[in-house]
Each structure stands twice: as structure tokens, then as C-alpha cells.
Nanobody
Framework: QVQLVESGGGLVQAGESLRLSCAAS????????MGWYRRATGKQRELVAS???????NYADSVKGRFTISRDNAKNTASLQMNSLNPEDTAVYYC???????????WGQGTQVTVSS
């Protein structure tokens, strides 16, 4: 069993910043990838940013240049620094972990990010 604990969501004004953190614990032998997804009201869940075990990062076009994902392998944590937030970034943000050997995919409970104009 893998547990993901997210923190850092909240309400901010357009142009401000937030930092999300995700801590993974439990039966983690090796993490293949960690990342952040989001789901806005009435929309499908979409990838925001992720990194894999090779260090390759991937960003949604809409957040490139504004968001930065970082990791601490030893602690199995991932953070998402979000700058220059705009109302279109309003969503529930979810942390995701995919394990290397089992392929198991795990999700956090989600954290709300609301950006007011």
C-alpha cells in the first residue's frame, strides 16, 4: 500500500504563487515517476508536470515557464512551484506515483487551488 500526502493548496490572487508538496510513503520499492495532475470543474483530469526515474521532466504547455516540479528521491517527495498563477489554474491538484516494478499507480486525495482574478 502506498500513501500520498499532499499539502500547499489554497486561495490566491492572480499573479501570486503557491507551492504544492507530495510525500509518498508505504510499500515503495522504486518510483518510476511522480507527478501532478489537475481537474478543473467540468473538465477532465490533465497532466500538469511530472518527472521519471531518469530525471526527465514533462510539463503541460499551459504551465511551461510558470511551474517547476522538483523532487527529493531520498524522501520520495515531489514539489510543484507555481508562479504567475491565473484563474485558469483553478482546479483540484492530485499527486500521482507510478511504481517501477509493479506498475502500480497511486493518487493522493487532492488539494484545491483557487486563483481569483
Amino acid at each position: 500500500q502506498v500513501q500520498l500526502v499532499e499539502s500547499g493548496g489554497g486561495l490566491v490572487q492572480a499573479g501570486e504563487s503557491l507551492r504544492l508538496s507530495c510525500a509518498a510513503s508505504g510499500s515503495i520499492s522504486s518510483v518510476f515517476s511522480m507527478g501532478w495532475y489537475r481537474r478543473a470543474t467540468g473538465k477532465q483530469r490533465e497532466l500538469v508536470a511530472s518527472f521519471d526515474r531518469y530525471g526527465t521532466t514533462n510539463y503541460a504547455d499551459s504551465v511551461k515557464g510558470r511551474f517547476t516540479i522538483s523532487r527529493d528521491n531520498a524522501k520520495n517527495t515531489a514539489s510543484l512551484q507555481m508562479n504567475s498563477l491565473n484563474p485558469e489554474d483553478t482546479a483540484v491538484y492530485y499527486c500521482n506515483v507510478v511504481l517501477r516494478f509493479t506498475g502500480g499507480s497511486y493518487w493522493g486525495q487532492g488539494t484545491q487551488v483557487t486563483v481569483s482574478s
